[in-house]
């Protein structure tokens, strides 16, 4: 049985992940495949219960950025063994909204983190399991961070500032420069309609 598809979004936030994935889903589906959605950190109980921990701003501790990390690697381990891996096994495609991408961009340019740190445990972590096809949606920081804080109350992360931003949107660029045989740039300013366009014309080609 031929193995499914593991294609993954990233953007920093108010990109229009969540409302795009619907788009490459339906597009998969009307091909005949079998697709499943998943989110990072997070996508299975124990995953999501360490997203809730790593989302959650607390008055009583502050989490540091090495348990941040070590903590984003758990929950990635955990649906990449007992979720993703299976599932693409069983000729499935999974979708996923952020993946290891966004540790470079976050805890690696954002919080600028060692990255020799970073490769050792994705190595841990993944070994030479990467995506198919990685989506990233790239856009103004100050636009993202607009509809960001359009939704009402923010989490541990969009409490950040610009510059963490400008340092992830930077990280991002930077390897997908370097990663450009699975790694694809699309605009995430344009209206909704034609960010969905653009990605079906991308899906096509590939
Ligand atoms: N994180 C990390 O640090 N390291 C890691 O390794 C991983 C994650 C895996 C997860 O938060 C946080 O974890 C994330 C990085 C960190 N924090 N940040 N910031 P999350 O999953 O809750 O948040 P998110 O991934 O950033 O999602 P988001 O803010 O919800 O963004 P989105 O999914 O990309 O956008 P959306 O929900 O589809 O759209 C946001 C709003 O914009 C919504 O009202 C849309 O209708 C609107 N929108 C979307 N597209 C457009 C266009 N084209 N025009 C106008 N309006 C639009």
């Not at 998969?28 to 499943?36: A, C, D, Q, T």
């Not at 599932?87 to 020799?116: F, P, V």
């Not at 970073?118 to 972590?125: P, S, T």
């Not at 963490?164 to 995430?188: G, N």
Request: negative net charge.
């Amino acid at each position: 049985m031929a193995k499914g598809l593991f294609i993954t979004l990233e953007g920093s936030e108010g990109s229009g992940k969540s409302t795009q994935i619907e788009v490459i889903k339906n597009y998969l589906l009307s091909r005949g495949h079998k697709v499943e959605c998943v989110r990072e950190p997070g996508g299975t109980p124990i995953a999501e219960d360490i997203r809730a921990l790593l989302k959650e701003i607390r008055e009583d501790d502050r989490l540091c950025d090495k348990a941040e990390l070590l903590l984003m690697y758990a929950a990635r381990a955990q649906l990449v063994q007992t979720f993703i891996k299976p599932k693409l096994e069983s000729g499935i495609d999974i979708i996923c909204d952020r993946h290891d991408l966004s540790t470079i961009a976050y805890q690696g340019g954002g919080r600028q983190m060692n990255m020799a740190d970073i490769d050792a445990l994705r190595q841990v972590v993944l070994g030479s399991f990467r995506p198919d096809l990685t989506i990233l949606l790239d856009l103004d920081v100050k636009v993202g961070m607009a509809r960001a804080r359009n939704r009402g109350t923010l989490d541990r992360f969009e409490v950040s500032k610009i510059d963490f931003f400008e340092r992830v949107r930077q990280a991002y660029l930077d390897f997908a420069k370097a990663h450009e045989d699975y790694v694809k740039v699309i605009s995430a300013e344009d209206p909704i309609e034609t960010v969905s366009q653009n990605i079906l014309k991308l899906l096509e080609k590939y």
